[in-house]
Structures are given as C-alpha cells and as structure tokens.
C-alpha cells in the first residue's frame, strides 16, 4: 500500500512570505497532483505532474517533481492570505483492465496565510 | 467544484439510523468515487464505481456500508445503523469515461452522528 507522507502538518506565516511544503511517497507515483481545499469545500486541482524532474509553474505557485518520481515539493512566493488552506498532494492508480483510477492522498499541509 | 453535485450538504442522524448521501457526477463522466475525510486529514478512498457496476470497494468497511450507481439517477452511499464514528465528510468525485483523467471534486456532505 502507498503511504504519501507531507510536510509540515502545520504552516502559519505572515503575508508577503514564501514557503515550501513537501510531500513524500513510499513507491514511485504513477501520476502526481497537488490539490487545494479550502474550508467547507472539496479539494480543486492545482497541477498534475508526471515527468521526473519536471517543474510546473501557477502565478505564484511553483511545483517541482523529483528525478526519481517519489518526491514533490511546492512552492509558494509572496503568500497572500486567499493562499490559506489544507494543499494535498496525491497519486492515481489505475486498476489493471479500467480506463480511470482511485486516487490515493497524504493528510496535508494546513497553511495559514496571516495578513 | 461545479458540476459534481452531492447532496444533502449537511445530515445529522442518531446513532442507529441510516444515512443515504446523493453524488451526480459532471455530465459526461461515467466513474464514480467516494472518499471519506476526518478532520485534519486527507481524504481515503471508499469505493469507484462505473454505472451499474462496482469496480474497487477496497476501501470501505464490510458492514453497514454500500454503494450504488444506478443506470439512472445518482450515486447513492449509504450508511446503515449508523454510529459516531461514521461522523465525516463524504467527499464524491467523477471522472470521464475515457483515459486516467483527473477527478473532480463535490463540496461533499458533512455527516454528524449524535
């Protein structure tokens, strides 16, 4: 079973800072996405990477895979408190003979952006 | 998360009833998810589901739990006799009929066992 490890549980920082959260999985990933949750609501899609060494860029946010496809790292610049939330990272696998998988996800990383 | 519709958003039972929680998926998606999340936690895989079939129940318990996706309608879970321990957020997510597309995300159903 594929356990996906994230850190820091807890982030608080002030507006203006950058940060890095990481995440770290037991097996190689098949196919790595990084999502957002906001209170009250489901987690939204940021980015899918699948390519070792690959690094993607969203305005602030910069995500960078690891040669080895086990690691993954994001990186916030300038947080601004709408960055608040739990950022979860997670893996799809899919059953042999179907077309679409589960996804598997760590326990987050909780940020607060303070103003 | 527009498109994947669940409902009711909130459901408060007793310990002992049955819960039944609605997911319709985006339109157009033919896979179905349920995932459950505690507090301060990631979400964990339940059941994948395709129309009239289910594909992966790994991941919910043997008692008490099913779930359906009828050729017609939405995806029903539902929780039988229920217990505090079951108090979560369901969480349903669809993806298209073709390939390994990422899945998109209700807002979930808050569930609370008094």
């Known amino acids: 079973t594929q356990l996906l490890e994230q850190s820091p549980q807890f982030l608080s920082i002030q507006e203006g800072e950058n940060l890095t959260v990481y995440c770290n999985s037991s097996?190689?990933?098949?196919?790595l996405q990084w999502y957002r949750q906001e209170p009250g609501e489901g987690p939204v899609l940021l980015v899918t990477?699948?390519?070792?060494?690959e690094v993607k860029k969203l305005k602030r946010l910069t995500f960078q895979f690891g040669d080895a496809r086990k690691d993954s790292s994001l990186h916030i610049t300038a947080a601004q408190p709408g960055d608040t939330g739990l950022y979860l990272c997670a893996d799809i696998t899919t059953p042999h003979g179907t077309n679409a998988g589960k996804s598997t996800f760590g326990d987050g990383t909780t940020l607060t952006v303070k103003p | 998360n527009a498109g994947v519709m669940q409902n009711p958003r909130h459901l408060v039972r007793r310990r002992g009833q049955e819960a039944r929680l609605r997911c319709s998926p985006m339109k157009g998606h033919s896979h179905v998810y349920w995932y459950r999340q505690l507090p301060e936690e990631g979400l964990k895989f339940m059941v994948y589901?395709?129309?009239?079939?289910?594909?992966?129940e790994s991941g919910m318990p043997k008692e008490r739990f099913s779930a359906e996706f009828p050729k017609e309608g939405p995806s029903i879970l539902r929780i039988q006799q229920v217990v505090r321990g079951d108090s979560a957020a369901y969480f349903c997510?669809?993806?298209?009929?073709?390939?390994?597309?990422?899945?998109?995300f209700g807002d979930g159903t808050r569930l609370s066992i008094l």
């Open positions: 097996s190689v990933f098949s196919s």
């Open positions: 990477v699948v390519t070792g060494g």
């Open positions: 997510a669809s993806s298209p009929q073709v390939g390994d597309q990422p899945q998109h």
């Open positions: 589901l395709q129309k009239e079939n289910i594909i992966d």
